[in-house]
């Protein structure tokens, strides 16, 4: 079966007599109370799904199975002579629940070296696309071409029992993670570097041969990307890609096509797209000022203007957090220690401090301050990835860890297709007069 399917089949039978048990003692009791306003404004704050592999606390940030970030950056296994963590080790804390070995990441590692050949017509799909397609466009097509390889579909369509859905969406997950950092880079380098491939290279970490058949063999650039993968992989349940993947598979779509639709999600500009506003924006405000090294107060008026024009500061701002993002403070720390003297990152701290002050004088916004979207665009562009379209691309191939973990999880646990109960304006109009009742009052 293999190590990690055991490990995770031994943590998934005792996490379903749990959740068997909890539901049977528990399972009337009341967990939050619906505001109207909630079921018109985008569900928020709404708790409604389980996502076992993160949790998002208003003032800590994000932790995966209880470690905050800085946690992980210290106790996850690390490259050889390397500083940040190994994205396979957060991968295994999602999936198992435990911190991982040295031993367990390699592992991890060589497994996903193993299966990450992609077939010749994933190749062929993304090449009949048009070369000014969005890179986000041609990913999403590379992900369904791959559903030609999953398990899942075959082994339901020759009849598998209930019990066993897992089995196969795990087999599928791994390949899938395996897979996507070739199809990113094929992306990248068809789009951006005149069709010249980069084999991968079998010796390397799984972060680390991305960033080798992008074209960037900078070790700190290799660095940049074992960062940018563990921080970016999960969000708990109820963002756009991993609320998107999770719904999709609830109805036994098998991985690839749950990820797909939860990438078609990543890519809205509200979401993951949010990274290339960033420098866009930056790009933008340099340009009018006409310098590189805008001065705070310049910076200042800028940021107003935007705001007077009806539009967002993008980057600033986040439906859960109340405190700087703990992945910006991660990706601020990793640029002063590899490229303080960068004009571009020295704009967005010089943003930083000039963006939060005008935010909480408006008086109507309750986080203003950045998230992880406002500073890893300016890392990218150092390395000399300036192609700022391609970045919700590394954002989705980091995603996937988090949302194939969880959705390995949905099945172990036979959660049951998704289906909230929705109601018409009118509906709700009768019910406030008392002539109507509604969802169940």
Not at 20 to 25: C, F, G, T, V
Not at 126 to 135: E, G, N, S
Not at 193 to 198: E, V, Y
Request: no cysteine; proline share 5%; glycine share 8%.
């Amino acid at each position: 079966m293999g190590i990690l399917k055991e490990r995770f089949k031994a943590k998934a039978d005792e996490s379903a007599v749990e959740v068997k048990n909890l539901l049977k003692e528990h399972g009337t009791k009341t967990i939050g109370e619906v505001q109207l306003s909630q079921i018109y404004q985008g569900m928020r704050g709404i708790t409604g799904l389980v996502s076992e592999t993160s949790l998002l606390d208003a003032q800590e940030g994000i932790r995966f199975r209880g470690y905050s970030i800085p946690e992980l950056q210290q106790k996850l296994p690390k490259a050889k002579n390397g500083n940040e963590p190994l994205p396979e080790g957060l991968f295994y804390l999602m999936l198992i629940g435990e911190l991982p070995t040295e031993e367990d990441v390699h592992h991890v590692t060589s497994v996903w070296q193993r299966r990450s050949h992609v077939p010749n017509h994933v190749f062929a799909a993304i090449d009949a696309l048009p070369i000014t397609a969005h890179p986000m466009t041609m990913f999403v097509t590379g992900i369904m071409a791959l559903q030609t390889e999953s398990n899942f579909a075959k082994r339901y369509a020759e009849g598998i029992n209930k019990k066993d859905y897992w089995e196969p969406i795990f087999d599928d997950a791994m390949d899938l993670i395996a897979r996507l950092p070739r199809v990113a880079a094929y992306i990248y380098r068809r789009k951006y570097k005149n069709n010249q491939h980069i084999q991968p290279n079998g010796l390397l970490d799984w972060a680390g041969n991305l960033a080798h058949m992008l074209g960037f063999e900078n070790e700190s650039f290799k660095e940049l990307m074992r960062l940018y993968m563990t921080i970016h992989a999960d969000h708990e349940g109820g963002n756009v890609s991993a609320h998107a993947t999770h719904l999709v598979g609830s109805a036994l779509s098998d991985p690839y096509l749950s990820l797909a639709a939860g990438m078609n999600g990543l890519a809205g500009p509200l979401h993951g797209l949010a990274n290339q506003e960033v420098v866009k924006w930056i790009f933008e405000m340099r340009e009018e000022l006409k310098t590189e090294t805008p001065a705070k107060d310049q910076i200042e008026e800028y940021v107003k203007k935007t705001l007077s024009e009806g539009k967002v500061v993008p980057g600033y701002g986040h439906a859960v957090l109340r405190k700087t993002d703990p992945r910006f403070t991660a990706q601020m720390e990793f640029g002063k220690k590899h490229l303080a003297e960068d004009p571009l990152v020295q704009t967005v701290w010089n943003v930083y401090d000039a963006v939060p002050p005008i935010l909480q004088s408006l008086g109507k916004i309750k986080n203003p301050w950045p998230n992880v979207d406002a500073h890893s665009g300016a890392l990218l562009v150092h390395y000399g990835m300036v192609e700022y379209e391609f970045y919700t691309v590394l954002f989705g191939v980091s995603r996937a860890l988090g949302v194939m973990s969880s959705l390995i999880w949905d099945r172990a646990l036979a959660l049951p297709i998704e289906r909230p109960k929705s109601v018409t304006t009118e509906n709700v109009k009768q019910w406030l007069k008392g002539e109507a009742e509604i969802w169940g009052d």
